[in-house]
């Protein structure tokens, strides 16, 4: 996209959009180089809105939809959807815009690819209302974020598909939320995904000593690869490292690692 239609762009989910926040948010997701020359598809808002975001895979039982994990949330959403073009794949833009939003230290909570998120049919019509997001079940992907710093009560949730006749699409949503639920934290399969994929893991919140709920979710998505080695590096890291092991994580799978400056833990994939 040249400077001056991304600007045009921009200028005009600035004026559509309440929030300011969203605005940057789709404006930069717009800027990356896998959605360049994308087409604006649907571009909206609604307030006062009662939703559930998946945490687990979808499927519809005697009529109804079931989740194997959820966020019930009320608000407003923000809703963008693109059309990339011919040139660009559909989860090469979604990982892009992952990897965007985790760099500004977004909290990723679920993250699925393919067959395991359940039937994009359902994806389409049911959670984002939006027929054109139908595709194969194994070309779709989907993630959850919880925003940082002053918008943590903010989720946005990506979505990518690659049509039958090759064309791609991403779908994000921004829904400020009136309140997140208390215990909302990432699956283990998620961590899991994110520390094989990324080969690291940070998790600048945990900068206290070990929580135990937090121990239980990490050991099991370590124990979800009992093969995969790790270092392990925080100011309480020996602390984490031994909660750890005592609710069952193999001691010989990690290396402790004594210097690491920034706040929280990290996780890093050992070859």
Not at 185 to 205: C, G, K, V
Not at 244 to 255: D, I
Request: glycine content about 6%.
């Amino acid at each position: 996209m040249h400077n001056w239609m991304l600007t045009a762009v921009v200028t005009a989910l600035l004026a559509s959009l309440s929030s300011m926040a969203a605005a940057d948010t789709f404006a930069e997701l717009l800027a990356l180089e896998s959605l360049r020359d994308a087409k604006v598809i649907t571009q909206e808002q609604q307030a006062n809105l009662e939703k559930i975001y998946p945490q687990g895979s979808v499927r519809r039982i005697s009529g109804k939809m079931r989740y194997s994990g959820e966020v019930l949330v009320r608000g407003a959403v923000e809703v963008l959807t693109v059309q990339l073009a011919p040139t660009h794949e559909a989860l090469d833009a979604f990982t892009a815009s992952r990897e965007m939003l985790q760099n500004q230290q977004a909290e990723l909570l679920y993250w699925c690819m393919a067959r395991e998120c359940g039937p994009s049919n359902l994806w389409a019509n049911q959670v984002f209302a939006n027929a054109r997001l139908y595709g194969p079940d194994d070309r779709q992907a989907y993630a959850l974020f919880r925003l940082g710093g002053d918008e943590q009560a903010t989720l946005v949730a990506l979505y990518a598909i690659t049509r039958g006749n090759g064309r791609g699409f991403l779908h994000a949503e921004y829904f400020q939320s009136e309140q997140l639920p208390a215990n909302l934290l990432p699956t283990a399969p998620t961590l899991e995904r994110q520390l094989s994929s990324d080969e690291r893991l940070h998790l600048p919140h945990l900068t206290d000593l070990p929580d135990p709920v937090w121990t239980k979710i990490l050991v099991r998505a370590l124990n979800r690869n009992s093969t995969m080695r790790i270092s392990m590096a925080g100011e309480h890291a020996q602390e984490w490292y031994d909660a750890m092991v005592e609710q069952g994580l193999r001691a010989s799978r990690v290396e402790l690692e004594a210097e690491y400056s920034k706040p929280g833990l990290l996780l890093q994939r050992l070859p």
